[in-house]
Nanobody
Framework: QVQLVESGGGLVQTGGSLRLSCVAS????????MGWYRQVPGYQRELVAV???????NYADAVKGRFTVSRDYAKNAVYLQMNDLKPDDLAVYYC?????????WGPGTQVTVSA
């Protein structure tokens, strides 16, 4: 089992920045990928960014050039630096980890962007 806890969400004005953090605990040695999804009420959860175990990253088109995902393997952590935030980025952001063919989720952190 892998447990995930996010932090860093909040309220920010359009054009502002936030940094989300997520720390994993439990069976962290088997984690392969870590990243972030987001969800708006009434819509499906969508991938925001992921860093694979080899260091390759992947981003949703909507956040390319604005968001940066990074991992700290020593701390079993993944981060999401979000710059130039827009009202469309308003969502609950979920950290996830892929391990042993299972996906583990954090409880989520709210990001609100005011116009």
């Amino acid at each position: 089992q892998v447990q995930l806890v996010e932090s860093g969400g909040g309220l920010v004005q359009t054009g502002g920045s936030l940094r989300l953090s997520c720390v994993a605990s439990g069976d962290t040695a088997v984690i392969i990928n870590m990243g972030w999804y987001r969800q708006v009420p009434g819509y499906q959860r969508e991938l925001v960014a992921v860093e694979y175990s080899g260091g390759t990253t992947n981003y949703a088109d909507a956040v390319k050039g604005r968001f940066t995902v990074s991992r700290d393997y020593a701390k079993n952590a993944v981060y999401l630096q979000m710059n130039d935030l827009k009202p469309d980025d308003l969502a609950v952001y979920y950290c996830y980890a892929r391990a042993r063919a299972r996906t583990f989720w954090g409880p989520g952190t709210q990001v609100t962007v005011s116009a």
